[in-house]
Structures are given as C-alpha cells and as structure tokens.
C-alpha cells in the first residue's frame, strides 16, 4: 500500500484532525513510499526503532511518537533517533490522544474489551474528547476473576483495595 494512502485511511479511522494533542499526530516522519509492514509499539525511542528494523517494517505506529512539546535541537541522543527513521526512511506515526479515545480500537476500549466489559460511555475529557471508557458486566465478575484477567492482559497488580463488593458490575 502507498504510504499516503495508509495515512490518509488511519488520519480519518483515528479522527487525527479532530483531537487535539500535545504535539503533532499522525505521520511524524516520512519514510519509503510502499508500506508492505506496520510494526506496533508503545514509543518510538531507538529500541523500539531497531526492532522495527529488525522485523522488517516500513512504518512505526506508535502511541508515544517523537514530538512533544516545545520543539528541540535535533542533537545528542534525540538527534541519533531522527537521523535513524531517516537513514532507515522508516516511517513514524503516532497516534496519542486520538487511540485513547477511539471507541473500537483505542487503548481503554481494547483493556474494557479484555477485562470482559462492555463500554456503556466515556468519561474525563482532555482537550474536549472523553479518553476514559466506563466498561460495564452486566450480570457482575467477582473482583478476583477482573484481577486475574488484568493480569493476564497487562500485568502484576501492585495493589487491590477489596474493601467493596466482591461482584464488580462498573469499572
């Protein structure tokens, strides 16, 4: 696929134009012109640059990209980041806000998805665009079955605070 075709789709399916951000979102960086792999990935700092390398990608889609506030000298270790997107023309696009929020595929509605929930609204607005899912069990999970599944699907819980019922039907 063309480069510019995939980001024109991903600007619209993500609502890029929409969401205001703390720095630019979508493409970030300009490589090669045929996207034929799309490598995922939290950031887009130099191990998760290698590793797209590494499996071969043409384009890096990243919550976390590389602009964040005030602009900064392209120097130092930021300034090996660019010139290594730009020597590999490995593309950069970043989606922050905008996968926070997005009702199918954004970050919260994918976590209620596997935590067994239902997404029944949204909540905690930043820059006018709700980012928190309020996921629903309608019949109720008991507390330590959502624990178990948080861990399975994200990782060790530090803390639970059980003092409440123990079948959970709002999260």
Not at 45 to 70: K, S, Y
Request: charged share 20%.
């Amino acid at each position: 696929m063309h480069r510019t075709e995939l980001v024109n789709y991903l600007d619209g399916y993500l609502r890029i134009a929409e969401i205001r951000d703390y720095g630019p979102q979508g493409l970030q960086i300009e490589g090669r012109d045929e996207v034929r792999k799309i490598v995922g990935t939290v950031d887009a700092q130099m191990p998760c640059l290698e590793e797209a390398l590494a499996r071969g990608g043409d384009l890096l889609l990243v919550h976390h990209g590389i602009f964040w506030g005030p602009p900064q000298p392209i120097a130092g270790s930021y300034g090996r980041l660019v010139r290594g997107y730009l020597q590999a023309e490995l593309s950069l696009y970043a989606a922050h806000l905008a996968l926070d929020a997005h009702a199918e595929v954004g970050n919260n509605a994918e976590l209620a998805r596997r935590l067994g929930l239902e997404v029944q609204d949204w909540f905690a607005p930043i820059n006018g665009v709700k980012l928190g899912a309020i996921g629903v069990a309608h019949h109720g999970i008991k507390l330590s079955y959502l624990v178990d599944r948080f861990e399975q699907n994200v990782g060790p819980v530090k803390l639970v605070q059980a003092h409440g019922a123990r079948l959970v039907h709002r999260v």
